[in-house]
């Protein structure tokens, strides 16, 4: 037993639907939308799929309603909830279920109408939290400010994410957010919860993924330039904020080495980094967590504009899920944008020469925290 | 208007009944696992820490300091801004509170606070905190 899905499968589709402000549109219809690209890309018809990996809140039981709605029986159903990582989580389910022929064409995909149809992500139950009412961004919002209280960490350094997202976002034609956003602008941003601002919080969208993948052996016969899965893990550490054991290490310290070694490379070796930046914070987190910089230099590390175009480390390369998108939940848009980078196909954000990307999901209250490492063929 | 019957007891209940009987009681209890010492909250059946089943109910010091905190910003008229935070008990274990006594704008990391009773009528009873006479810890 190798322990390892290295090299085992690639995306052989992508496909986004439209998004943003998509009125009159179900999650599913969205979700179908999106396959529909996906497979028009890999150049196989949706019927071919036959392992199927999904989670579409706010159903109960979402994974027998896309397959419904797609006309599918799948030889493979897999729907585990770990929130918006759910989807980096499926690329090791996936794999392995391909690599073990248990079926041949896999499909990772969400949706929802979020903005649209005015639905806020609830979150789980915390029965312990409830009494005080918590919002989702609340917990996020302690996490900021215990991290600047540990590290000196600024609202500056907060607002520079926001900035760099945004600087991606005007080179990405279809992101919402694609105005001009200065330094000083973000600072001004009205304040949500202490000290986390309107800017420093991701958006509400409309939006579907579909991502195609098939056994490694089997990539060539399709028409797009494959890109392959070449680590992956997924780790938690709490499911409720004031159980997480230090607020200002997630469990991407975990789960990134582990990614990192089953790639066999290390953050130098990373031609991109996609961070799920549901908040600001969370990007200097996982920037630590996942060994670009120390803990606690996350903020330096992200100052004078070194995240976006042009600087140190390209992040999130679509404009993020501040900038670009976020419907309720991003992880599939992570694994789309870093599949777009690796086929050359990002065209005027495009890094250029870039043959591995690091993904990275997160989902509930920094609870859950899913590493993978992708490449192009010369990374085998 | 007839009387509804009263719930029969419960011969054996489990933790978390346990734990809101003794608030609803007046008494903010929590745990300590007798194998590996750990003090435990929220209620659990299994040492989270070690995984014993041996664990015992010990009464809460109610002592704790303020480990993250933040203000929901709202208008006046929809109540003002309000206090969320994180406590860290003096026993070791953290749970979510807000700091009650005090403007919202005036609650800091590290501000030492002890525990009160909260939740009126029938609402399940809850933990909120107050600053501690003798400021800082």
Same mark, same amino acid.
């Given at each position: 037993m190798s322990g390892s899905i290295r &090299?085992?499968?690639?995306?052989v589709g992508v496909g986004l639907s439209d998004f943003g402000e998509v009125p009159g549109w179900s999650h599913f219809e969205l979700m179908a939308q999106a396959v529909e690209r996906a497979c028009a890309d890999a150049g196989?018809?949706?019927?071919?799929?036959d392992g199927l990996f999904s989670m579409i809140t706010?159903?109960?039981?979402p994974i027998s309603m896309t397959a419904e709605y797609l006309g599918l029986q799948p030889k493979v159903l897999e729907g585990s909830m770990l929130g918006g990582s759910s989807f980096v989580n499926y690329l090791s389910w996936a794999a392995l279920a391909l690599d073990a022929g248990l079926c041949e064409i896999a499909l990772i995909t969400y949706g929802s109408n979020a903005r649209s149809s005015?639905?806020? !992500?609830?979150?789980?139950?915390?029965p312990y939290e409830a009494p005080y009412a918590p919002r989702l961004v609340d917990g996020y919002a302690m996490a900021a400010a215990r991290h600047m209280h540990q590290y000196g960490t600024t609202r500056e350094h907060l607002a520079e994410v926001a900035v760099a997202a945004r600087a991606w976002a005007q080179r990405n !034609?279809? %992101?919402?957010m694609r105005d001009p956003l200065s330094l000083e602008d973000a600072l001004k941003s009205r304040m949500i919860a202490d000290p986390l601002t309107l800017l420093d919080c991701c958006l509400i969208s409309d939006g579907a993924g579909a991502i195609i993948l098939t056994r490694a052996d089997r %990539?060539?016969?399709?028409p797009t330039k494959p890109v392959y899965v070449l680590g992956a893990a997924a780790e938690h550490s709490h499911m409720?904020?004031?159980?997480?054991?230090?607020?200002?290490?997630?469990a991407a310290a975990r789960s990134g080495p582990r990614a990192f070694a089953m790639a066999g490379m290390? !953050?130098?070796?990373?031609?991109l980094a996609m961070l799920?930046? %549901?908040?600001?914070?969370n990007t200097i987190l996982f920037l630590e967590d996942l060994g670009f910089?120390?803990?606690?230099?996350g903020g330096p590390f992200v %100052?004078?504009?070194?995240?976006?175009?042009?600087?140190r480390l390209a992040v999130?390369?679509? &404009?993020?899920?501040?900038s670009c998108l976020h419907p309720g939940m991003y992880g599939v848009f992570l694994i789309a944008e870093a599949a777009t980078q690796l086929r050359g196909e990002?065209?005027?954000r495009q890094i250029k020469g870039a043959k591995t990307a690091l993904v990275h999901g997160n989902g509930g209250s920094l609870s859950t925290q899913v590493t993978a490492i992708l490449g192009t063929a010369e990374t085998l | 208007m007839a009387d509804k019957p009263a719930p029969a007891p419960i011969a054996h209940p489990g933790p978390d009944y346990i734990y809101q009987a003794a608030l609803a009681a007046g008494t903010f209890q929590i745990q300590r696992c007798d194998a590996c010492a750990s003090h435990i909250f929220y =209620?659990?059946?299994?040492? =989270?820490?070690?995984?014993?089943?041996k664990i015992s109910w010990v009464a809460a010091s109610g002592d704790g300091t303020v480990y993250s905190t933040t203000m929901i910003r709202q208008r006046p008229e929809a109540g003002g801004n309000k206090n969320i935070c994180i406590v860290e008990l003096a026993e070791g274990p953290r749970l979510m509170s807000r700091i009650e006594?005090?403007?919202?704008?005036?609650?800091?990391?590290?501000m030492a606070v002890s525990a009160e009773i909260a939740g009126s009528g029938d609402e399940p009873k809850f933990i909120v905190f107050r600053p501690r006479a003798g400021g800082q810890s």
């Open positions: &090299g085992k499968a690639a995306i196989i018809t949706s019927k071919d799929i706010p159903a109960n039981m005015k639905r806020r !992500p609830g979150g789980d139950p915390v !034609p279809k %992101a919402m %990539a060539k016969d399709f409720q904020i004031a159980q997480m054991p230090d607020l200002t290490v997630t290390t !953050p130098a070796d990373m031609g799920y930046d %549901a908040f600001t914070i910089c120390q803990k606690g230099e %100052a004078n504009g070194a995240i976006a175009p042009g600087g999130n390369t679509n &404009g993020g899920g501040l990002a065209g005027e | =209620p659990r059946h299994l040492c =989270p820490v070690c995984g014993s089943a006594g005090v403007a919202a704008e005036e609650v800091t990391i590290g």
